[in-house]
């Protein structure tokens, strides 16, 4: 069975840092991202990396203070979070594409897989 399981989330203060881990079991996968959702607002992109973990991509809202690495030999995708500020806090999901993809690929729906999330607040 496939499965996305996600860790590291938790309460922390602004300016706090926090590091999330995505654990892929039962397959590998090569296309992988992090979005979150904040109370009543939709699924947002907020990073994605190539199966190499070469290439990464971000938002321009965590650009400079997030950082999406993978470990293949884990099968594992972190986001390191730095500088965190309350506008932060949401679930934050891991997600896999079933092929490669680009990793402007930025849609929810461009990812098959998901966890089933890790909440991050951030206080003020």
């Known amino acids: 069975q496939v499965q996305l399981v996600e860790s590291g989330g938790g309460l922390v203060q602004t300016g706090g840092s926090l590091r999330l881990s995505c654990a892929a079991l039962?397959?590998?996968?090569?296309?992988m991202a992090w979005f979150r959702q904040a109370p009543g607002q939709e699924h947002k992109f907020v990073a994605s990396i190539g199966g190499s973990g070469g290439a990464t991509y971000y938002a321009d809202a965590v650009k400079g203070r997030f950082t999406i690495s993978r470990d293949n030999a884990k099968n594992t995708v972190y986001l390191q979070m730095t500088s965190l500020k309350p506008e932060d806090t949401a679930l934050y999901y891991c997600a896999a594409s079933r092929l490669p993809i680009a990793i402007t690929r930025i849609a929810p729906d461009d990812y098959a897989f998901w966890g089933r999330g890790t909440q991050v607040t951030v206080s003020s």
């Open positions: 039962g397959r590998t996968f090569s296309s």
